[in-house]
């Protein structure tokens, strides 16, 4: 039984994460479906130019976004054996934090923390602030993996792309997927 992973995408500036994710992992032939809410098409829009839905359709999985509450996702019956939240919004993050099931990633999220399964959420933001630092504190008490989009430099990044991958790889690392996306410190 392979891994099935699903990615979703929130509203914070850092839409490169989710999407290297998602299509690492459908190379992989292990990604299972992809979430997404209005503010996250909206960062894209504005921040790259593109139109989120169609740039996740190329990917050839199932696409659900926030309010479709009939998705399989919205059930533990359904949970996937990870979910990857990148990027993270602030918002998205006080909700799991605080099991408020108020939209599909949400949701989707506190089941798989039901079940024990593995959540990681990537936040990208700056400074941080002490409401969310507590809020990541209390999601990791809760079980998620709290996975900063905060990209090393041992590996000499040359490119913004390198930097995402880093971030990207340190995902896989989390979820045991062989790779490589960046250099590995060798001291």
């Given at each position: ?8 995408l929130t509203g914070a500036s850092g839409i490169p994460y989710g999407l290297r994710a ?23 829009e504005l921040e790259h130019g593109i139109r989120l839905s ?134």
């Amino acid at each position: 039984m392979s891994l099935r992973v699903v990615v979703a995408l929130t509203g914070a500036s850092g839409i490169p994460y989710g999407l290297r994710a998602a299509e690492v992992l459908a190379e992989k032939g292990l990604l299972e479906a992809i979430l997404y809410t209005r503010s996250a098409e909206k960062v894209a829009e504005l921040e790259h130019g593109i139109r989120l839905s169609e740039t996740l359709k190329q990917l050839g999985v199932p696409l659900y976004r926030e309010d479709e509450m009939d998705a399989p996702y919205a059930s533990s019956s359904r949970s996937p054996d990870a979910l990857v939240v990148a990027p993270c919004s602030m918002k998205t993050l006080a909700m799991i934090a605080h099991g408020i099931p108020d939209n599909l990633v949400t949701r989707a999220a506190l089941a798989v923390l039901r079940l024990r399964r593995t959540l990681i959420l990537v936040p990208r933001e700056t400074p941080l602030g002490v409401a969310e630092l507590r809020n990541m504190l209390r999601a990791a008490e809760n079980g998620a993996v709290i996975l900063p989009a905060m990209p090393g430099f041992y590996h000499r990044p040359r490119s913004v792309n390198d930097m995402v991958d880093f971030i990207v790889g340190k995902i896989l690392d989390v979820l045991g997927v062989p790779h490589s996306l960046y250099r590995r410190w060798r001291g």
